[in-house]
């Protein structure tokens, strides 16, 4: 009966630390602290060097559970990874995540040689544990903090995020196989990682496409498709480790494939993976902390503060700068992505994979990570939204998006039913303006269910639901927010061919002889471009007008102000493609076309 007791008490301890990060989790948003902190803490204070007194040394376990939580936490950020935001910045993106995670290792390596009385070997496994960073501290904090990041760089801070975490494993495990057999050479490493690699992909590619597959034609029961998501994305991770390829990076791309692709049960599928990749980066993050020893860390916390200073303000800026160079990012936008390179639980993890192969000097490692997740997310975590400000790559914050309700119709892949509350001062309320692949449904009003055209007109504080493809409905959340002022163009701008956005397709018509029909005669400009297009519009956007070509050259109050005409005539001289910018495109191509995207 004891040890039945003991197992009650284990399981009542658990659920109560889980609970306690949950419920601190409220605090820290409250004041903008790294979520990460308050669960490490947690788990420090109920380890046997706290007031908890709870013994745990399970590295075996700790690993276990941090492997299943870190192919969640890619697999669900996959999953909400729009292809098309990352397609333009995928090379620089890769560039820093295989060779910046690379040259931040090797640059940590000397430092941490030096200050802890480390060989090169061990040095490097330093360097490899703490060289990646960690995207779900960057786009919590992102996200706690409310910034809104220009799309390049926050595209490819997202993008860099989720893929090297896979390369800073192979790193690790690399180190760590050469210290424990103690030769390797150039040609062994570069053929284990080319195999992880592209065994890796082909896993996730084709796991991805399976997931997919199985989620439209097996007809489960209600409630069922998430967790399928789920158990098939560990599924994916573990066939791909017992192949000795990279489980990580074919976890991350499955889950690109299937949130870029139609399934049944989407939205469910969503918010079940946001609650379980919670609560595995709480159980992560309480047992690591719980691993954690506050006297063993006070003989290696001098070093180690070195070890993070030299790590965010040398390593990891000369890694971006040296990365980003061959392509087109201003140095204010280097050094925010470099600033922005926040270490967390992975790091902590990767250092647990020493202690459970029993290298020696293993806790030097996990204590070395641990200090430099703590100081990174201190100073980088708290200032990530000053830096964005004084670097000008945060965008004007705009209103929060309003409350959407989204329900999956039972086999209908191609349509999905989304509800807004109509506000008054809305693109939707003031201009009438709706999407052409959207389609209203239904109204609510004062408790009562009218057809649109029962409604009309539509009132502010009613509720409307529309029709639209899973795919575009989130880009439905523009016409329901308030309007943004707009700026009116600069007419040193316009000229035969730029004309404001404000100018009708009736007058349009008029001076260049399109054909524009009677209902869109009285639209402008902008209205037409909000209509047409899937997205919000950006400069460069494109839509096709009878004869004649518009194109968005800019963007004012989140709507078209200034539209050029390319006219039929017109022969536009081909450009210089360089060799990045062909094999940028050639390799999104193949990508493309072989995910499915």
């Not at 007008?545 to 102000?561: E, F, M, P, Q």
Request: hydrophobic share 55%; proline share 5%.
């Amino acid at each position: 009966m004891a040890s039945l007791d003991q197992v009650s008490i284990a399981i009542l301890l658990g659920a109560v630390l889980v609970m306690a990060g949950i419920l601190s989790s409220l605090l820290a948003l409250r004041f903008g602290a790294p979520l990460l902190l308050v669960f490490l803490f947690i788990g420090m204070l109920a380890g046997d060097s706290g007031p908890g007194q709870v013994r745990f040394d399970d590295v075996r376990s700790t690993y276990l559970v941090g492997s299943v939580a870190l192919a969640l936490i890619l697999f669900d950020g996959g999953l909400r990874t729009r292809f098309q935001s990352i397609r333009a910045v995928l090379v620089p993106s890769m560039v820093l995540a295989t060779i910046g995670v690379l040259l931040t290792a090797l640059i940590t390596a000397p430092i941490a040689k030096y200050v802890l009385d480390l060989n090169w070997t061990e040095a490097l496994l330093v360097g490899a544990v703490v060289a990646s960073t960690d995207a779900a501290a960057v786009f919590l904090l992102v996200h706690a903090q409310g910034l809104r990041l220009r799309p390049r760089v926050g595209a490819t801070l997202e993008a860099e995020s989720g893929t090297n975490d896979p390369f800073a494993v192979f790193l690790t495990l690399m180190v760590v196989e050469l210290i424990s057999i103690g030769e390797s050479s150039a040609l062994h490493v570069a053929l284990e990682f080319a195999r992880e690699l592209v065994l890796g992909t082909i896993v996730g590619v084709v796991g991805g496409r399976l997931v997919v597959l199985a989620l439209n034609r097996v007809a489960l029961p209600q409630g069922l498709h998430a967790p399928f998501v789920a158990t098939a994305a560990l599924v994916v991770f573990g066939a791909a480790q017992i192949a000795h390829a990279s489980g990580f990076l074919a976890v991350y791309l499955a889950g690109i494939i299937v949130g870029n692709r139609p399934t049944r049960a989407h939205n469910s599928v969503v918010t079940f993976l946001d609650a379980a990749t919670w609560l595995a980066q709480i159980v992560m993050f309480v047992l690591l902390g719980l691993l954690v020893s506050p006297q063993r860390l006070v003989d290696s916390i001098a070093p180690a503060v070195i070890v993070a200073f030299a790590l965010m303000l040398l390593a990891r800026p000369i890694a971006v700068f040296l990365c980003l160079a061959p392509f087109r990012f201003n140095w204010r936008e280097k050094l925010f992505i470099a600033w922005t390179g926040l270490r967390g639980a992975v790091a902590i993890f990767l250092a647990s994979i020493p202690m459970l192969v029993g290298l020696s000097k293993a806790y030097l490692y996990f204590d070395v990570a641990f200090v430099v997740v703590i100081i990174s997310l201190l100073l980088q975590g708290w200032t990530l939204a000053p830096a964005a400000r004084r670097l000008h790559v945060a965008l004007p914050r705009s209103d929060r998006g309003p409350r959407r309700v989204e329900l999956d119709l039972p086999g209908q892949l191609e349509q999905q039913l989304v509800g807004y509350s109509v506000r008054s001062k809305s693109l939707y309320f003031r201009r009438g303006l709706i999407p052409s692949w959207s389609k209203p449904t239904l109204v609510i009003r004062d408790q009562r269910i009218l057809s649109p055209a029962e409604a009309d007109p539509v009132a502010p504080g009613d509720y409307i639901y529309l029709l639209a493809p899973p795919q575009k409905a989130e880009a439905l959340d523009r016409f329901f927010v308030d309007m943004q002022p707009s700026s009116e163009p600069d007419p040193h701008l316009l000229g035969d061919f730029m004309v404001s956005g404000e100018h009708t397709l009736g007058e349009l018509a008029e001076i260049y002889g399109v054909a524009v029909g009677d209902e869109q005669a009285k639209l402008t400009l902008a209205d037409y471009f909000d209509i047409h297009l899937d997205h919000a519009p950006k400069e460069g956007a494109t839509l096709e007008l009878d004869s004649i070509v518009l194109v968005a050259r800019s963007i004012s109050g989140g709507r078209v102000s200034v539209v050029g005409l390319r006219l039929p005539e017109e022969e536009e001289e081909p450009a210089a493609l360089t060799r990045m910018a062909s094999l940028k495109r050639r390799l999104s191509e193949m990508w493309s076309s072989v995910a499915g995207i």
